[in-house]
């Protein structure tokens, strides 16, 4: 599709577990946000590629959270020893290069329940 | 540091009525953006519109129209004619600098819009 995709749409885990979650940006945008929202509140900033970097990682709230963007296109968003409250919606974002202007697209997100 | 206000969590109208969402901002950027996304019960956040700070003219598209006030630093968004279809929350986001350094948007708690047939 023309579009960022997300998977799963929904994961349910079981605390302490390890999870991962894949973004696929549309094509040919260099710049990839993640984000994280609970129920009831705007999305939150976690990370910023740009290209196979990470940009600005200041959004992540600890070292059980990690992304990776090797080839510069698809992404992993991966949380250790996850908690109950990392339970949230992760939303996915690309633009075409990150410039300050630049509207970001949406993916569906990955619906994340940590029993 | 920057901030998003949207003050109302909830608006309930009847099909047809007008309706005007509210966001007010605090930044201390001079150069900065702002956004309204709209998620429907899908999930996905949809861009509706981005206006720069230098750029206060208000703006109409279709039945949606955006108020760009810098003085009372707000970027209300009045929908005319409410439709079914516009059951959504709506979230209003500033780009500015974040503490890495980029422009990272910030966005509001959002306002849910339950419009009635």
């Known amino acids: 599709g023309a579009g960022v995709s997300q998977t799963p749409s929904n994961k349910v885990t079981e605390k302490g577990k390890y999870v991962e979650l894949r973004c696929d940006p549309i094509?040919?945008?260099?710049?990839l946000y993640w984000y994280r929202q609970s129920l009831g509140q705007g999305p939150e900033f976690l990370i910023y590629?740009?290209?196979?970097?990470?940009?600005?990682d200041s959004g992540l709230p600890n070292d059980r959270f990690f992304a990776v963007r090797p080839e510069g296109s698809v992404s992993t968003l991966k949380i250790q020893r996850t908690e109950r409250g990392d339970s949230a919606v992760y939303l996915c974002?690309?633009?075409?290069?990150?410039?300050?202007?630049?509207?970001?697209?949406f993916g569906p997100g990955t619906r994340l329940l940590v029993l | 540091a920057q901030k998003v206000t949207q003050a109302q969590t909830e608006i309930s109208v009847v099909e047809k009525e007008d309706v005007t969402l509210d966001c007010v901002y605090e930044?201390?950027?001079?150069?900065?953006?702002l956004f309204w996304y709209k998620q429907p019960p899908s999930g996905e956040l949809v861009f509706l519109i981005r206006r720069n700070s230098f750029d206060e003219q208000n703006e109409i598209s279709g039945r949606y129209s955006w108020n760009f006030q810098k003085s009372t630093s707000s970027f209300n968004f009045t929908i005319t004619a409410s439709q079914v279809v516009d059951s959504a929350v709506y979230f209003c986001?500033?780009?500015?600098?974040?503490?890495?350094?980029?422009?990272?948007?910030?966005f509001g708690r959002g306002t849910s819009l339950i419009v009635h047939p």
């Open positions: 930044t201390r950027d001079t150069t900065y953006y």
């Open positions: 590629f740009q290209g196979t970097g990470a940009a600005d």
């Open positions: 974002a690309s633009s075409l290069t990150g410039a300050s202007r630049e509207t970001q697209y």
């Open positions: 986001a500033l780009s500015g600098a974040s503490s890495g350094g980029s422009y990272i948007p910030t």
């Open positions: 094509s040919g945008h260099t710049a």
